[in-house]
């Protein structure tokens, strides 16, 4: 019995991780997953939905036995680090630089664009 309310509280902090780390808002796992499944390397989502599949096994008391419960929390621990190694601060800060190297882009090819056309014309 133990084991199974551990499976329970482990989805549970997993659809927190992945709610506070990564904005998948879903009522159960396997719609938080779903809504992150880009952010998400393969080997985890794949883990994440093994959970998201048991999710609705754990509440029945007699299917419930038939879960492989190591294999499940394992898949819960895996989940749950790589959730916990994301940096929220980071991510920002590459969003953040990563726009302005587009932006820095855009304007280099503006000003080349603008000197051909002043050299074309014969104004340089």
């Not at 808002?25 to 048991?54: D, H, I, N």
């Not at 492989?68 to 680090?81: G, I």
């Amino acid at each position: 019995m133990a084991q199974e309310t551990e499976i329970q509280t482990q989805i549970a902090q997993t659809i927190f991780l992945l709610r506070k780390k990564l904005g998948a808002k879903g009522k159960t796992l396997a719609e938080s997953v779903r809504r992150a499944k880009r952010r998400l390397p393969r080997k985890v989502y794949k883990q994440a939905m093994e959970l998201a599949r048991a999710e609705p096994l754990v509440e029945h008391p007699k299917l419930r036995l038939t879960l492989d419960s190591p294999t499940l929390e394992k898949a819960a621990r895996d989940v749950q680090s790589h959730l916990r190694a994301i940096n929220l601060a980071d991510r920002r800060w590459g969003w953040f630089l990563g726009m302005l190297g587009g932006l820095a882009f855009n304007i280099l090819a503006l000003a080349a664009l603008f000197l051909v056309v002043l050299w074309w014309r014969g104004l340089i």
